[in-house]
């Protein structure tokens, strides 16, 4: 037996014992001997492993919590090992970090919280980064890209920007005073590749368009004139157009994407047919609403159905994939609904639900639902699904957690102050690959408290953003402000040299100044007001 390796095992083992619960102190594995002892052949390690950075989590080395920072622990070479960091509840998990030693051991997770690697012959040390979320950490200001609608990012962190433009172009575009839609790609530092003209025939006020990437990476666009008349378009992520097609006398407001279908949500008039590709569909004396699918690869309408009897108010409110198909958030005669669709638009269920609005599938197969909070609200009989009247507040919103079968969980409310609520509007809702939610939009008025406290109100309007846990516990929140009017438009996910990342796209009407200085403004005015009707838009980089 050699005895300088003898010393060495013993001294890792007492240090681990007193250091940390998650170190181990005999060796179990196959070359132990019975009366505890180590055969010299085996070459042992100490792995150190510690928690950095200005945020708070818990680390475990093969599913036992280290209880101190470092935690040491006895490994062998060769031996695969599994480290895990939970972030705290207003943290968010960046990374880890073995230094030039271990970068190529630990690649493959460098920003996943679960990473199992194979231990070398050296020791080692290993720092899980943990981050306060909501830190922002960038900011870039897109300049003269017009009137901004959403932004979705790809798999490479690639950012496509779709909005519109009327009397001033996107980088490499016309303008002639007409309405039209843009899509624009920017690399993730916010470098210009390309920008698309869309729907050259349109005229008339648009809606901002919504842009969402397919599992398969392609790009599809959707936006409608007031006039009615709605518009989609797919295109490669190199910018080439595969196709673009209307409905006329329609209002498509929402869609969502798969592989094989595009399914869109829209408003019906009340006293007339409307003709979506080769269906007719007929309204009676209340406005209804369709469902409408396509071909993701020709753009051709698979089916259209209208949504109710044709005499019932219906309201389409939400639309996202579901298993093989689709799930709808209805209200039909004031009631409202959870209808799944086929992948080509079938009926195949409904169900009650306890509200209507915009939803999302939770990693689980739950859903989140956000709707208006103007008026007292019973989702069931326990106070945990339960708001009170808002008063004073006008249009605030809640957000709740639904079973998949539409069950609530839990419910929350976002009201504001007691005195003079502000108009709180969500512009959208997303929920990360961990199961935090995270939302955004604008509010006005008066300070807001989205959970964390009151917020202040810089201007007229104020871009914010929050995160609740899938619990509906707040995390962390934030506004950012100019003198004028600013929105929250769209949020993404993305990483930042390795790390978790939240992308926030917002348009401001004037200079907008954060921690990190004035963002940057080339298409403002002298007076450092906007030439865009909804703001100079620009995107933040922020810890999750």
């Keep these: ?72 622990h006895l490994v062998t070479a060769g031996q695969v090992v599994e480290l895990s ?71 490479q962190g690639n950012i496509y920007v779709a909005g519109r433009f009327q009397n001033q172009a996107p980088p490499g575009l016309t303008a002639d005073g007409t309405s039209r ?10 470098t210009h590749i390309w920008s698309r003209e869309l729907d050259a025939s349109g005229t008339g006020q648009s809606r901002s368009p919504k842009v969402l990437i397919a599992p398969s990476g392609k790009v599809a ?31 498509a407001f929402e869609f969502a994407v798969r592989d094989d279908f595009i399914a869109t949500i829209g408003f019906l008039t009340k006293d007339g047919t409307k003709q ?42 939400g639309v996202i994939p579901r298993g093989e198909g689709w799930l709808l958030s209805l209200q039909v005669a004031g009631q409202p609904k959870l209808a799944t669709f086929s992948a080509n638009g079938t009926l195949l269920s409904t169900s009650a639900a306890p509200d209507s609005g915009t939803i999302a599938e939770t990693p689980n197969g739950e859903l989140i639902l956000t709707a208006l909070y103007d008026r007292p609200v019973t989702w069931g009989d326990t106070p945990e699904l339960q708001l009170p009247d808002p008063e004073n507040s006008r249009d605030g919103f809640l957000i709740g957690r639904l079973q998949a079968d539409g069950t609530p969980l839990w419910l929350r409310g976002v009201a504001g102050s007691p005195a003079d609520g502000p108009n709180v509007s969500v512009q959208e809702l997303v929920i990360s690959p961990s199961g935090n939610l995270f939302l955004t939009g604008f509010f006005r008025s008066n300070e ?28 962390w929140s934030r506004t950012f402000g100019s003198t004028l009017d600013d929105v929250g438009l769209s949020i993404g996910f993305t990483t930042f040299t390795g790390s978790n990342g939240l992308l926030l796209m917002g348009a401001a009407k004037a200079l907008l100044v954060t921690e ?24 933040f980089g922020m810890t999750r």
């Design 85 to 155: 960091a939970t972030p705290a509840l207003s943290s968010t998990f960046i990374a880890w970090d073995g230094g030039p030693d271990l970068r190529d051991a630990l690649s493959a997770c460098i920003g996943d919280p679960l990473c199992s690697f194979e231990v070398g012959e050296q020791d080692m040390t290993i720092r899980a980064n943990f981050a306060a979320s909501g830190e922002l950490l960038t900011q870039q200001g897109l300049g003269v890209l017009a009137n901004p609608g959403s932004f979705a990012v790809d798999t």
């Design 276 to 317: 979506i590709g080769p269906f007719q569909l007929t309204q009676g004396a209340e406005q209804g609403a369709f469902l409408a699918t396509l071909d993701m690869e020709t753009g051709m309408v698979a089916n259209a159905v209208r949504l109710g009897n044709g005499t019932e108010l219906v309201f389409a409110q």
């Design 221 to 251: 666009v959707q936006s409608s004139y007031s006039s009615g008349r709605s518009f989609f378009a797919v295109l490669e992520q190199d910018g080439t157009l595969l196709w673009e097609t209307v409905f006329p006398d329609t209002l």
């Design 181 to 190: 839609f843009y899509i624009a790609k920017y690399t993730p530092e916010g």
């Design 516 to 539: 990190l200085g004035q963002l940057p403004d080339p298409a403002s005015n002298p007076d450092g007001t906007t030439t865009f009707s909804t703001g100079t838009p620009f995107i």
């Design 448 to 475: 807001v408290d989205l959970g964390g406290g009151l917020l202040p109100l810089a201007g007229r309007n104020d871009v914010w953003v929050a995160s609740y846990s899938g619990d509906g516990d707040h995390r």
């Design 1 to 72: 037996m050699n005895t300088e390796a003898l010393s060495r095992i013993a001294a890792a083992l007492a240090l681990a014992i007193v250091v940390c619960s998650c170190g181990s102190s005999t060796d179990t594995g196959p070359d132990a001997n019975p009366d505890g002892g180590v055969d010299a052949a085996v070459q042992t390690f100490v792995l150190s492993v510690a928690s950095g950075g200005d945020g708070e989590g818990t680390i475990s080395v093969d599913g036992q919590v280290c209880e101190s920072s470092p935690c040491e």
